[in-house]
C-alpha cells in the first residue's frame, strides 16, 4: 500500500521561503518520477515540480528559478524549496509518484498522491 505524506506547509510574508517533505513508504523503489502539484482554489490542479529518477528536475515556469525539488533516496523523502514566495503561490501543495515511469516524467500520469499540505503566502 503507496503511502505519501506532505509536511512543512504554513503561513509566511511575501519573500519568504518554506521546505516542504513528502514521505513514501509501501514501496522503496527509487527509479521512479516524483512530483509536486499545487492547487488554488477555484483553479485546476497544476504541475509545479518534478524530478525523475536520474535526479533530472523539471519546473514550471512560474515557480523556474524560485523553486528547487530535491530527493534522498536513502530516507524515501522528496522536498521541495520555496524561496522568494509570492501572494500568488498560495495553494494546496501535492505530492505525487508514478512508479510506471523513471525518466520520462509524464504531468498526467502520476497516480499515487498525498493528502496535501497548505501554503498561505501574505502580502
Known amino acids: 500500500h503507496v503511502q505519501l505524506v506532505e509536511s512543512g506547509g504554513g503561513s509566511v510574508q511575501t519573500g519568504g521561503s518554506l521546505r516542504l517533505s513528502c514521505v513514501v513508504s509501501?514501496?522503496?523503489?527509487?527509479?521512479?518520477?516524483m512530483a509536486w502539484f499545487r492547487q488554488a482554489p477555484g483553479k485546476e490542479r497544476e504541475g509545479v515540480a518534478d524530478i525523475n529518477s536520474g535526479g533530472e528536475p523539471r519546473y514550471s515556469d512560474s515557480v523556474k528559478g524560485r523553486f528547487t525539488i530535491s530527493k534522498d533516496n536513502a530516507k524515501n523523502t522528496l522536498y521541495l524549496q520555496m524561496d522568494s514566495l509570492k501572494p500568488e503561490d498560495n495553494a494546496m501543495y501535492y505530492c505525487a509518484a508514478d512508479p510506471s515511469r523513471a525518466y520520462y516524467c509524464s504531468w498526467g500520469e502520476y497516480g499515487y498522491w498525498g493528502q496535501g499540505t497548505q501554503v498561505t503566502v501574505s502580502s
Open positions: 509501501g514501496y522503496t523503489r527509487s527509479s521512479t518520477c
